[in-house]
């Protein structure tokens, strides 16, 4: 009896604290989409909000589905992009239009991934819908599972594959302002690398530190940190300049090994 009910107790502990730890990571970026009327449009903005005190990376997936009144076609426009989110930060994604006097049933749909690509979180809106809500919020899981699979998590968005993600691992301010600039120019210069970078720092003698630039677990850049702030954007420029010739050596490598 006494097993019986220490099991029981067990169960109720890893429902509890396994649906707590779901809530957790459910409140690490929240997502919306607003909406506005522009002259003869309606656009719709994508929202992206870090509930947390942590830097988060995130790719989102921004899709217009529309079911043709008439014809009964579909189609699906979409946008694809990658952001940094500071602490608490409120963020606009993307925006996308459709016309004000459309008689087409509409479904806008956000996506939001982590670095990991796990999908963290989702917004829609359906417009001129005569759905009843059970058979919506269906259709909506099921798009969702769909974009959900391991195939899809392993390729990128129908068959793209991701490029543009860099993990922060940095433990100082000069390490956070040395990643926010790495960053920013990695994408603004759209490097094309599919692999995960990573800015990692770790402790040295005394209160010094260093910080490497890995791509994946090769170390392509590495240099002691000092807090003054040409200093660490002059390291983040070689940093990309390192980086850059690492994914053009890679990329002459395997053109070599598909010649031969």
């Known amino acids: 009896m006494r097993v019986s009910s220490c099991y029981t107790c067990l169960f109720l502990f890893m429902f509890f604290t396994s649906g707590l730890r779901a809530q957790v990571k459910e409140k690490l970026v929240e997502s919306s989409i607003e909406q506005t009327i522009l002259g003869n449009q309606i ?3 994508a929202i992206a ?3 947390t005190m942590i830097i988060q990376s995130i790719h989102y997936k921004l899709s217009v589905i529309k079911n043709d009144v008439n014809s009964g076609n ?4 979409e946008q694809s992009g990658a952001k940094v989110l500071q602490a608490y930060e409120k963020l606009e994604l993307s925006k996308t239009g459709i016309n004000v006097d459309t008689k087409d049933r509409i479904i806008v749909l956000l996506l939001v991934y982590d670095v990991n690509e ?3 979180s989702t917004s829609r809106v359906v417009l001129n819908d005569t759905k009843s809500e059970d058979k919506i ?6 798009i969702l599972e769909s974009a959900s699979t391991k195939e899809e ?3 990128g968005f129908d068959g793209i594959k991701l490029s ?3 993990i922060d691992e940095c433990k100082t301010k000069a390490g956070r302002d040395f990643y926010q600039l ?3 120019s990695y994408l603004s210069r759209g490097i094309e690398g599919d692999k995960v970078i990573k800015i990692v720092e770790t402790l040295t003698l005394g209160s010094n530190t260093k910080i490497a630039v890995k791509v994946e677990n090769d170390i392509v850049f590495e240099f002691f940190v000092r807090s003054q702030y040409d200093y660490i954007k002059s390291m983040a420029d070689l940093a990309i300049q390192k980086v850059v010739f690492y994914f053009k050596s890679l990329k002459r490598e395997t053109q070599l090994i598909k010649r031969y």
Request: hydrophobic share 30%; proline share 0%; no cysteine.
């Open 164 to 166: 543009g993600i860099v």
């Open 118 to 120: 796990n999908l963290i």
């Open 49 to 51: 909000e870090n509930k």
């Open 43 to 45: 656009v719709f903005t």
């Open 137 to 142: 919020k269906e259709e909506f899981n099921s």
């Open 153 to 155: 998590s392993e390729v």
């Open 74 to 77: 579909r189609s699906k426009n």
């Open 182 to 184: 790495f960053y920013s």
